[in-house]
């Protein structure tokens, strides 16, 4: 008989929870239309010149992708005015967090260091690697202390890995922080690599895509010692073709491409890369859409007594008002045929995030907000009321 013996690390591993799927709501609720705000998708869905290249492209599924992906990486090189060189790509931006784990840090000798909350597939990777994780606390204002986070990098770190704008919060560090931090690790620690995860930069800004004010990579000016991950899943809208990047070393980019699995980037994920990256009119579309949302949700919420935090992303982290229950606000959610994500595994348990949506989306939501049976006994409308008037 078989006695499965796994390795430590993977036994007492705590495995990555994603958001509830769209079917398992309608099965569980007998629902039709279920509208989901909780994975910080694309609320307009597949950009159609993409849909068009997949239509044209499934009669080639039989056919391996070309080793290295050159036309994506031109096509990323060109976009972000850097040497095709320093680009990689990967199944998601997963598979390289995984890769630079792997590649950079040896088992009980080095360390990487992240803040906590974070996105969990940082210590996760970790963990399954048998690498050391150290964690600073975020600010009470979920902000970073960039020095408190340096102060935990030694002779042993490999990797510091940073999200902006964050998730859950959307909270983005000022880029001469951010500069300031590489100049330190790159002065004292010059094996440390800084790891700057931009996926959701593309909706910085009040107007969106203003990035050159947030982001080291749009700045022009990237330090030697800083990697940026950028992915397709979200203001591209790829999220279930798996598709990542990464601007790194030249050096360390060669590296990678000798110990990456091979074809682990399809080529219908790598000609929908294409393909989006060409389509002007979709960005646009995608940018406004998050932009006008993103406020309309803000004051939606705000009207209703919510504390909102302040978002560069294309979701918002919000408080229900004292004495309101996180996970019942969910539940009901949930039974109106919506999807947000509570914040319970991020150890925040009173928080929920929200996804932008579209208009028609974020209505739905704070209508059914309003509905919950703790908004009903708190609100009372009048018609001479512009608004809502507190019952006392």
Wanted: hydrophobic residues 40%.
């Amino acid at each position: 008989m078989y006695t499965c013996a796994v390795r430590p690390e993977i036994a007492s591993l705590s495995a990555y929870v994603p958001g509830m799927s769209i079917a398992e709501v309608r099965e569980r609720y007998g629902l039709s239309r279920v509208i989901k705000m909780a994975s910080n998708e694309n609320p307009l869905g597949v950009s159609p010149l993409v849909r068009k290249v997949l239509a044209t492209s499934l009669e080639e599924a039989f056919r391996y992708p070309q080793g290295g992906n050159p036309a994506l990486r031109e096509a990323l090189a060109r976009a972000h005015h850097v040497s095709p060189e320093r680009i990689v790509v990967g199944n998601g931006s997963d598979e390289i967090i995984d890769m630079l784990i792997r590649m950079l840090a040896v088992p009980g000798r080095h360390s990487v260091v992240c803040f906590e909350p974070c996105f969990s597939l940082y210590p996760i990777q970790a963990r399954i690697c048998g690498v050391e994780t150290r964690r600073c606390p975020l600010s009470p204002d979920y902000s970073f202390d960039l020095d408190a986070l340096f102060s935990l990098v030694d002779t042993g770190t490999r990797l510091v890995f940073v999200t902006t704008p964050d998730n859950p919060s959307g909270y983005c560090p000022p880029l001469a922080a951010m500069r300031r931090l590489a100049e330190q690790l790159e002065r004292h620690f010059p094996r440390c690599l800084l790891v700057v995860d931009e996926a959701y930069m593309d909706f910085a800004g009040a107007s969106c895509g203003d990035t050159s004010r947030f982001s080291l990579l749009a700045s022009g000016d990237l330090p030697a010692n800083v990697a940026i991950l950028r992915t397709f899943s979200k203001s591209y809208g790829l999220a279930g073709l798996r598709l990542g990047y990464e601007v790194l070393p030249a050096e360390l980019a060669g590296f990678y491409w000798r110990a990456r699995l091979p074809f682990s980037v399809n080529s219908l994920a790598e000609k929908a890369g294409l393909a989006v990256l060409r389509d002007s009119e979709f960005r646009r579309a995608t940018l406004e859409c998050i932009r006008s949302g993103r406020c309309r949700l803000t004051e939606g919420l705000r009207l209703l007594e919510c504390d909102v935090w302040p978002s560069e992303a294309n979701f918002l982290m919000i408080r229900l008002p004292e004495g309101y229950d996180a996970s019942s606000c969910f539940e009901h959610l949930l039974q109106c045929g919506i999807i947000i994500r509570p914040l319970s595994s991020y150890g925040m348990p009173d928080k929920l995030r929200i996804s932008i949506g579209t208009k028609e989306d974020n209505e739905a939501f704070l209508e059914a907000l309003r509905e919950c049976p703790a908004y009903t006994l708190l609100y009372q409308f009048s018609p001479k009321d512009t608004g809502q008037s507190k019952v006392k």
